[in-house]
């Protein structure tokens, strides 16, 4: 190998970190389905067959044994995977059947929950069909026959390269008197900008809908987190609140969507400045309410009465 050619497959290999850059496989962690298998067998053409790792072109001959076909055929036939929660998701790629019948995979209509996000434009002996860059949220992924093509769903293999999202809530307690505070969500392990939506108040006369802020953060690669923050303005810190932020797809019409509760608890500190005689001693107290497990109370002389 030349000191060019490993150059070549230096940047290649660069390109392709790019495409999947933080994410994996995940299509195993999907349940496979389809309308029905070819010729009803249990050894041939079952849906898992397209997610078992095997991306092996080969129909039948020689018991390679790794792709998945229907019986129905056009619009009417389809195989999905449905995930057990919302994943990210940035890239399908299908694998074609190579030995015969390659065709039959033209216009197959590739969607993320409802969402169209392509169809397969066949090319006489091209083997992998790449949908990249979706940036989309999904909990199934359907591949369905076109109705343009009398044809069945088959597939040697579909990869699903995308990750976890998981949500954690960044909410606080306040003193009941503070001024505008900020709380937040932060979405972890996803690859692409996502946006960041929240609910929890109804507009009133001291508090309008536009008096909150909303802050979208980018998508920052080392930490492979999003933080999403929202402005509570002064005039709604009068009671404890349950805000709700939601993460959805920046890039595609949400196809899925995360939620979770945020909470900002709100504590009053009431100080009794009467002077209580008790034997020698004297006790002022002061009372904090509220749900505060931080709240610590000071004491400080100011002056002296002489
Ligand atoms: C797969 O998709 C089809 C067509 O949209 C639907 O009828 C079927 O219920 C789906 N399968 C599962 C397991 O959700
Ligand atoms: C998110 O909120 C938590 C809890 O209030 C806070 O500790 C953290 O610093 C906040 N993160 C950002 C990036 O604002």
């Not at 923050?229 to 797809?249: F, G, R």
Request: aromatic share 10%; charged share 20%.
């Amino acid at each position: 190998m030349s000191l060019k050619n490993m150059f070549d497959s230096l940047a290649l290999l660069a390109c392709f970190n790019y495409i999947t850059q933080g994410t994996t496989n995940i299509a195993a962690k999907g349940t496979a389905a389809q309308t029905d298998t070819y010729y009803g067998t249990e050894r041939y053409g079952r849906p898992e067959k397209a997610i078992d790792g095997n991306k092996d072109g080969n129909w039948k001959y020689n018991d390679h044994n790794s792709i998945s076909l229907t019986v129905t055929m056009g619009a009417e036939s389809w195989w999905n995977l449905t995930f057990p929660k919302p994943y990210f998701i940035n890239s399908i790629v299908l694998w074609n059947r190579m030995d015969a019948a390659s065709g039959r995979i033209d216009d197959l209509a590739v969607r993320v929950g409802e969402v169209l996000v392509g169809r397969v434009v066949y090319q006489h002996g091209q083997q992998a069909y790449h949908f990249d860059e979706l940036g989309v949220l999904g909990k199934q992924i359907t591949i369905q026959g076109s109705a343009s093509r009398n044809m069945p769903v088959q597939l040697a293999e579909v990869e699903v390269f995308g990750g976890e999202v998981t949500l954690i809530p960044g909410g606080k307690e306040v003193l009941a008197e503070s001024s505008s505070e900020t709380i937040n969500c932060t979405a972890t392990g996803i690859s692409r900008t996502m946006k960041f939506s929240w609910s929890g108040w109804e507009s009133s006369d001291i508090v309008e809908n536009d008096d909150f802020g909303v802050l979208n953060g980018e998508y920052d690669e080392t930490s492979e987190e999003q933080v999403g923050k929202l402005v509570i303005p002064e005039t709604a810190i009068t009671e404890d609140n349950i805000y709700t932020c939601t993460l959805s797809s920046k890039a595609h019409q949400p196809s899925e969507t995360m939620s979770i509760e945020v909470p900002l608890l709100v504590y009053k500190v009431e100080c009794n400045d009467k002077i209580v005689y008790s034997g020698w001693n004297t006790i002022i107290s002061c009372i904090i309410s509220g749900v505060s497990q931080t709240a610590i109370v000071e004491w400080r002389l100011v002056s002296e009465v002489k």
